[in-house]
């Protein structure tokens, strides 16, 4: 079984566009993590929920709004999409926020704007 | 400028040499995490150090963390193929923050 899953592997879509990315773990972790990996591979935090609270918001465009419905579940919506978003999307998740805890990483969205 | 900087950039070395990658903090780091991605596929968890001169091993890759916790390195011992990807090192800043950071990474291959 998949531990971290995310869907769409693969978005290819144009600017203006308003897309989601969804991720799911079935690890009953209480914490989830959305990463964004730009070109030259620099892996940087965004979101961060516990417990489908809101624990980190790192600088992003209000433009990106995550969405927790459940522990399971963290949902990245980005709306008005443009070129520099294109990147690959990690979604994470642990048991707890601490820095003992391990992160366990889906497969990763490569999204395209053109 | 980089929190968590890796070296080298790349790496490319022959089948069955051994290689070590740093990540190196200008802070005390709280957690030193490694993974490794495959080439166009997601981040494998590789090992997690938290205390001053720990050592890890996993198959045929080690890590270590110094005394003052701001410097890792990953050993790999006789390479192979499949150790090719993009290694990153990664940290917790300050405890209570969540605030994680991640290595530049180091991209490797393995000449068969």
């Known amino acids: 079984d998949t531990a971290v899953s995310q869907t769409p592997k693969y978005l290819v879509t144009q600017m203006g566009n308003d897309k989601s990315i969804k991720c799911e773990q079935n690890l009953g972790h209480d914490t989830m993590y959305w990463y964004k990996q730009d070109s030259k591979k620099f892996l940087k935090i965004m979101f961060s929920?516990?417990?489908?609270?809101?624990?980190i918001n790192e600088t992003v465009p209000n433009r990106f709004s995550p969405k927790s419905p459940d522990k399971a579940h963290l949902n990245l919506h980005i709306n008005s999409l443009e070129l520099g978003d294109s990147a690959v999307y990690f979604c994470a998740s642990s048991q707890g926020t601490g820095y003992q805890e391990t992160q366990y990483f889906g497969p990763g969205t490569r999204l395209l704007v053109l | 400028s980089q929190e968590l900087e890796q070296s080298p950039q790349s790496l490319i070395v022959q089948e069955g040499k051994n290689l070590t990658i740093n990540c190196t903090s200008s802070?005390?780091?709280?957690?030193l995490y490694w993974y490794k991605q495959k080439y166009g596929e997601g981040l494998i968890f590789l090992m997690m150090l938290q205390k001053g001169g720990e050592e890890k091993s996993h198959e045929k890759i080690t890590a270590k963390l110094d005394e003052k916790k701001q410097q890792s390195s990953l050993h790999i011992t006789a390479s192979q193929p499949s150790h090719a990807g993009i290694y990153l090192c990664g940290a917790e800043l300050p405890s209570g923050t969540y605030k994680y950071i991640f290595g530049t990474g180091t991209r490797l291959k393995v000449l068969a």
């Open positions: 802070k005390t780091l709280y957690g």
């Open positions: 929920y516990n417990n489908k609270e809101l624990i």
